[in-house]
Nanobody, 121 residues
């Protein structure tokens, strides 16, 4: 099935930018809805941004206007451009893949191992 590998995390000062990447295996990437989630210590994993197989996007209120999700189906990769970063953005960021209604195979979701983003004040 699908394997996901995140990259691009690191340490940045408040107001700075980072670009996260999630590389997916396989040749059916275009049929998956993709999302970025984040999780801090002792907190639940929450949705940050999502992009559907058709290109529709959705964002958490806390990141609207600052983050942009995009996908490159030719490269089987989804990106999260993060601008104007704040200390409260500090978390482990996870990539998620969920089959769209057009996918006829298994319905299981897939998760990457996560990449750490730390924003200093």
């Amino acid at each position: 099935q699908v394997q996901l590998v995140e990259s691009g995390g690191g340490l940045v000062q408040a107001g700075g930018s980072l670009r996260l990447s999630c590389a997916a295996s396989g040749n059916i990437f275009r049929l998956y809805n993709m999302g970025w989630y984040r999780q801090g210590p002792g907190a639940l994993r929450v949705l940050v941004a999502a992009v559907s197989s058709s290109g529709s996007t959705n964002y958490a209120d806390s990141v609207k206007g600052r983050f942009t999700i995009s996908r490159d189906n030719a490269k089987n990769t989804v990106f999260l451009q993060m601008n104007s970063l704040k200390p409260e953005d500090t978390a482990v960021y996870y990539c998620n893949a969920r089959p769209s209604s057009s996918f006829g195979g298994p319905r299981a979701e897939h998760w990457g191992q996560g990449t750490q983003v730390t924003v200093s004040s």
